[in-house]
């Protein structure tokens, strides 16, 4: 017994490139899901690393919460960087002034300050 | 207006760089030099997809009706449809001025809530005015893959965000069309009536003050939306409305970022990064430069039309193709290294995928509508 799709040449080249175009979303997946954070200082973060995932580790030296429920987080190890807490998940940590914290995010700018945007929270 | 033949660098990074490194101390004379960068830039980015077929997120949807406008003729009238778009744009979101101070601030944060759902809405309508069933699946299936790869690249970490849409747009509508028009035979570019420039003119106006109010709408997503839910527009009308859709953007973002402190396109960023918060009379002064900019670019734009033009019929359309391709290539190498190549080899394929299907290419800035919408939804 065999299984056979009769297309003309036109459908299986469109079959083809389709087939192609879900194994590159299938590979992109695969990609991302391995990407290994760069582990560094919150001094060494600059401007080029925008859009990179980055992992830090310091000291909550200021917490800031807005009327929204949002939350915004000053990281210290030396240098300072604003870790801003929009997701649920991380406003129920309990996050207080002083505590050491490990941060997996991905470096992003707004109104021109790098903020690292937390995709993993650890609390020490 | 160099940075416009250069595919792949951005105005922004030259205005970010005269405001680093120049001499210049007045604040008012430098965001006035990054207003004119960005202005100049926003006519002369339109001749990378006419030369090389290569667009960015505001000018990939010009690379089909542009590209391989072979004939000196048909070139010289694409380079004027562009500039008198571009005009129009400018000159369209003008009477924003009088109305601005007093409804964006009211408009701007009671659509907010609603942002995500009435680009569903629009999206469902662009695949809805597809003809026939079949058509419609292909529709949704290609924006839905398109989609999916901008939520996969998006926030992934994989390439820095200055050069994530590089690849993707260069796969989407660069490499896509370079592969696909090995038998396409293009009529030339006529030119465009007065009516049919009066109507494009309305499209885009609805269409950027609209997504001016909305957060999180770029001039991509505005084009897209624009180009899907004005039906079926002729190459002609796509070149004028494009442009007109980009400044019309560029300069309703000047009246936002002066009434509500949003910041919403490359150039507010820069105003906002070297003046602060703008008083409204400022506002007006930076409108104003706009205007004038887009003024003398148009002109450049148009005399430059007749030299380039002749330097296109010297050079045989094959080799250019080929240079269009190795530059394409080579940005998305050197730049982007292998995920880049990833990110360019799928988005061809969905970019060759929807040619072959035979919907429109504009399906395919779902790469820019979903990852929107659910950011819109679900933040």
Same mark, same amino acid.
């Given at each position: 017994?065999?299984?056979?799709?009769?297309?003309?040449?036109?459908?299986?080249?469109?079959?083809?490139?389709?087939?192609?175009?879900?194994?590159?979303?299938?590979?992109?997946?695969?990609?991302?899901?391995?990407?290994? #954070? =760069?582990?560094?200082?919150?001094?060494?973060?600059?401007?080029?690393?925008? %859009?990179?995932? $980055?992992? /830090?580790? &310091?000291?909550?030296?200021?917490?800031?919460?807005?009327?929204?429920?949002?939350?915004?987080?000053?990281?210290?190890?030396?240098?300072?960087?604003?870790? #801003? =807490?929009?997701?649920?998940?991380?406003?129920?940590?309990?996050?207080?002034? %002083?505590?050491? $914290?490990? /941060?997996? &995010?991905?470096?992003?700018?707004?109104?021109?300050?790098?903020?690292?945007?937390?995709?993993?929270?650890?609390?020490? | 207006?160099?940075?416009?033949?250069?595919?792949?660098?951005?105005?922004?990074?030259?205005?970010?760089?005269?405001?680093?490194?120049?001499?210049?101390?007045?604040?008012?004379?430098?965001?006035?030099?990054?207003?004119?960068?960005?202005?100049?830039?926003?006519?002369?980015?339109?001749?990378?997809?006419?030369?090389?077929?290569?667009?960015?997120?505001?000018?990939?949807?010009?690379?089909?009706?542009?590209?391989?406008?072979?004939?000196?003729?048909?070139?010289?009238?694409?380079?004027?449809?562009?500039?008198s778009g571009g005009l129009v744009g400018v000159l369209i979101s003008l009477p924003l001025i009088f109305f601005a101070?007093?409804i964006y601030?009211?408009v701007?944060?009671?659509?907010?809530?609603?942002?995500?759902?009435?680009?569903?809405?629009?999206?469902?309508?662009?695949?809805?005015?597809?003809?026939?069933?079949?058509?419609?699946?292909?529709?949704?299936?290609?924006?839905?893959?398109?989609?999916?790869?901008?939520?996969?690249?998006?926030?992934?970490?994989?390439?820095?965000?200055?050069?994530?849409?590089?690849?993707?747009?260069?796969?989407?509508?660069?490499?896509?069309?370079?592969?696909?028009?090995?038998?396409?035979?293009?009529?030339?570019?006529?030119?465009?009536?007065?009516a049919e420039k009066a109507s494009a003119a309305g499209k885009a106006f609805i269409a950027s003050t609209f997504a001016s109010m909305i957060?999180?709408m770029?001039r991509?997503?505005t084009s897209?939306i624009a180009l899907?839910a004005g039906?079926?527009l002729?190459?002609?009308e796509?070149?004028f409305i494009l442009p007109a859709i980009s400044l019309a953007f560029v300069t309703l973002s000047?009246l936002v970022?002066?009434?509500?402190?949003?910041?919403?396109?490359?150039?507010?960023?820069?105003?906002?990064?070297?003046?602060?918060?703008?008083?409204?009379?400022?506002?007006?002064?930076?409108v104003?430069?706009i205007a004038?900019?887009a003024?003398?670019?148009?002109?450049?734009?148009?005399?430059?039309?007749?030299?380039?033009?002749?330097?296109?019929?010297?050079?045989?359309?094959?080799?250019?193709?080929?240079?269009?391709?190795?530059?394409?290539?080579?940005?998305?190498?050197?730049?982007?290294?292998?995920?880049?190549?990833?990110?360019?080899?799928?988005?061809?394929?969905?970019?060759?995928?929807?040619?072959?299907?035979?919907?429109?290419?504009?399906?395919?800035?779902?790469?820019?509508?979903?990852?929107?919408?659910?950011?819109?939804?679900?933040?």
């Amino acid at each position: 017994m065999s299984f056979s799709i009769n297309l003309d040449r036109s459908k299986q080249i469109t079959f083809l490139i389709l087939l192609l175009a879900v194994f590159g979303l299938a590979g992109i997946y695969f990609a991302v899901k391995n990407i290994k #954070p =760069i582990e560094l200082e919150i001094g060494a973060i600059e401007d080029s690393m925008e %859009g990179k995932i $980055v992992k /830090i580790a &310091g000291r909550i030296d200021y917490i800031k919460k807005t009327s929204s429920g949002n939350m915004y987080w000053t990281v210290s190890d030396g240098s300072n960087i604003t870790v #801003p =807490i929009l997701d649920s998940k991380f406003k129920k940590l309990s996050a207080k002034r %002083g505590v050491n $914290v490990q /941060i997996v &995010g991905l470096v992003t700018k707004y109104k021109g300050e790098l903020e690292v945007m937390p995709k993993e929270i650890q609390l020490e | 207006m160099g940075v416009g033949f250069i595919p792949g660098f951005s105005s922004n990074n030259l205005s970010m760089l005269v405001i680093t490194y120049s001499m210049i101390s007045s604040e008012y004379h430098l965001a006035v030099t990054a207003v004119a960068i960005e202005i100049s830039n926003s006519f002369f980015e339109f001749l990378s997809p006419m030369l090389f077929g290569i667009g960015n997120e505001a000018t990939a949807l010009a690379v089909d009706p542009a590209y391989e406008g072979i004939n000196e003729e048909s070139f010289k009238r694409s380079i004027n449809i562009v500039a008198s778009g571009g005009l129009v744009g400018v000159l369209i979101s003008l009477p924003l001025i009088f109305f601005a101070e007093k409804i964006y601030p009211l408009v701007y944060s009671s659509l907010k809530p609603l942002t995500g759902w009435i680009l569903i809405c629009i999206c469902i309508y662009m695949v809805w005015i597809e003809n026939g069933w079949r058509k419609r699946f292909f529709a949704a299936m290609i924006f839905c893959l398109s989609g999916i790869l901008g939520l996969l690249a998006k926030d992934s970490g994989m390439i820095s965000s200055e050069y994530l849409l590089l690849p993707i747009f260069i796969g989407l509508y660069g490499f896509s069309s370079l592969l696909s028009k090995k038998h396409e035979k293009k009529e030339l570019i006529q030119d465009i009536t007065f009516a049919e420039k009066a109507s494009a003119a309305g499209k885009a106006f609805i269409a950027s003050t609209f997504a001016s109010m909305i957060s999180g709408m770029k001039r991509g997503q505005t084009s897209a939306i624009a180009l899907q839910a004005g039906g079926v527009l002729k190459r002609e009308e796509v070149l004028f409305i494009l442009p007109a859709i980009s400044l019309a953007f560029v300069t309703l973002s000047i009246l936002v970022l002066g009434t509500t402190g949003k910041i919403r396109s490359s150039l507010a960023y820069d105003v906002q990064e070297v003046m602060g918060d703008l008083y409204f009379s400022q506002t007006v002064l930076f409108v104003s430069v706009i205007a004038v900019t887009a003024c003398i670019s148009a002109c450049i734009l148009v005399l430059l039309a007749r030299p380039l033009g002749r330097m296109m019929t010297k050079i045989d359309g094959k080799y250019l193709k080929i240079f269009g391709f190795c530059v394409c290539s080579f940005l998305v190498i050197n730049f982007t290294g292998i995920y880049g190549i990833m990110l360019a080899f799928t988005a061809t394929c969905l970019g060759v995928l929807s040619k072959q299907l035979g919907v429109r290419s504009t399906h395919l800035m779902g790469v820019l509508l979903l990852p929107t919408i659910v950011t819109a939804v679900i933040l």
